[in-house]
């Protein structure tokens, strides 16, 4: 039987499944880690990619293979094919008055978010290379390509070269800000506006085509973002709505129409299916655990026992988890705060809880805001690396408001990468369907006033000078 492989080059490592075409099973697997840091040279991602490559036990031997990559990262390319500059990454927010500048030369966010489906904020490749030009003129003038993350995976292994060979598609393409989900095409006027001149940008293909050959002789997928790529792994069909707790913090619902919202709460993007796939994404997610992890001097097992030990709400103790600024809402240069501590309160346990329901809360406001452009919530599923941890999977539904559904721990954007491998390697107008892991299901009545303290509290934040 063949195989295919799947990549998912996100943020923080590169991880590599092989899996059977026809079943999904799992065959094999490797990781590499990438460097920390906001602003990255691509080398190192195509580094650690031969890596995991490498630890997988090679792809020698697999049909085909699909690139799934974290989204907005601003890859520039000169004329030659070097890159001029190391990558900005979604979550860089030096391009925050960019975006602002933006959306007044546009005619305010309705007319973006009709345009494009999303309102300029600094996690977008439209403001980043605002912001090369405005600072880095050279840069900005050597350019001759810009592409994102996978595309530039997907370009080097097929053996990079030639510009025109890059190519995308119309899932991963959505994020930059100047694609077009509703129409499917590219907005040139929107690119020039950002950086006063137009580069080349990557050919976009459709779900199940093909970027060319490796020069294994595997066909290459056309490869995606790392959203599109979790809905494709958990098999997410549209009345689905996925929260994913990673390095961000994203919700997002397969849809069959596209979507445009004007307070920017919600990102119009497209899927990797034809589908849209509506999202809302915070900065502030599994690292704000690991952040009070380690304030409080405990791995994770004891701080989600910390967390468990607290009452709900954790009588009134409230956590904004602004670590790093935010992205929804856009607040690139707020803080965090913590809110109603008390002696009564002031225990590790309480503050563990607080942090866990905080960082929860930001993702419950995320669901809102899908479900008021429309979206509708017939199942939550509960996916990524702090899935696992037993305090959120248990919290999870005291404050999402509904039951979650934790699918089986996995890997769900390479598996994703593969699946869409698999559909490539076939042609078909459907991407295979592939038995998935075992499904457990957290239920919990809400907890009373949590959100409306939750609400409070931010409310602080949004009304403090230099939020």
């Given at each position: 039987?063949?195989l295919?492989a ?41 580094d ?99 592409c ?53 940008v ?18 290459a ?54 589908r ?84 929860l ?6 669901v ?15 996916v ?21 559904l ?5 890997e ?32 919990a ?23």
């Open positions: 039987m063949p295919v799947g990549v998912d080059s996100s943020t923080q490592s590169c991880k590599v499944v092989v899996r059977d075409a026809e079943s999904g099973a799992l065959v094999r697997s490797g990781a590499a880690p990438h460097p920390d840091g906001t602003e990255v040279d691509p080398a190192a991602w195509w650690a990619l031969r890596s995991a490559i490498e630890r997988a036990g090679g792809v020698d031997d697999v049909a085909a293979i699909s690139v799934a990559g974290q989204q907005h990262g601003m890859v520039c390319l000169s004329e030659s094919g070097e890159v001029v500059r190391p990558a900005l990454l979604w979550n860089d927010t030096r391009s925050a008055r960019a975006a602002v500048s933006l959306i007044d030369e546009l005619g305010g966010p309705a007319a973006w978010a009709d345009a494009v489906g999303v309102v300029p904020v600094a996690s977008l490749t439209v403001t980043k290379l605002r912001w090369l030009a405005e600072h880095e003129p050279e840069a900005a003038a050597a350019t001759a390509a810009v994102l993350p996978h595309d530039y995976l997907t370009w080097r292994l097929r053996g990079g070269g030639d510009l025109a060979e890059l190519t995308t598609d119309r899932g991963d393409a959505s994020g930059t800000g100047y694609f077009a989900p509703a129409t499917g095409t590219y907005r040139p006027d929107l690119l020039e506006l950002a950086m006063g001149r137009t580069p080349a990557p050919r976009v293909l459709a779900p199940s085509d093909s970027a060319g050959r490796l020069p294994s002789g595997a066909l997928g056309p490869g995606t973002g790392d959203n599109m790529a979790a809905a494709l792994g958990v098999g997410a069909e549209p009345g689905d709505v996925v929260v994913s707790i990673g390095t961000s913090g994203t919700a997002f619902a397969v849809a069959d129409k596209p979507s445009a919202d004007p307070s920017g709460l919600v990102a119009g993007f497209a899927d990797a299916t034809g849209y796939l509506p999202l809302v994404c915070t900065l502030n997610a599994a690292r704000v655990l690991d952040a009070a992890a380690r304030m409080l001097g405990v791995d994770h097992d004891r701080f989600a026992d910390l967390a468990l030990a607290a009452p709900p709400g954790a009588d009134g103790l409230v956590l904004v988890p602004y670590l790093e600024g935010e992205r929804t809402p856009n607040l690139p240069e707020a803080t965090g705060a913590l809110h109603g501590l008390r002696l009564a309160n002031a225990t590790p346990a309480h503050q563990a809880r607080a942090a866990v329901e905080g960082m809360c930001g993702l419950a406001d995320a809102d805001a899908l479900v008021a452009q429309g979206v509708r919530v017939e199942r939550v599923l509960l990524g690396g702090a899935a696992r941890s037993a305090a959120v999977r248990r919290i999870a539904p005291s404050v999402l408001g509904r039951p979650v934790v699918p089986e721990p996995g769900y954007v390479a598996d994703g990468a593969a699946r869409q491998a698999a559909w490539a390697l076939t042609g078909t107008d459907n991407p295979p369907r592939w038995r998935l892991g075992a499904v457990e299901e957290f239920s009545d809400p907890t009373p006033g949590l959100r409306a303290r939750y609400a409070e509290a931010r409310e602080k934040i949004l009304d403090r000078p230099g939020a």
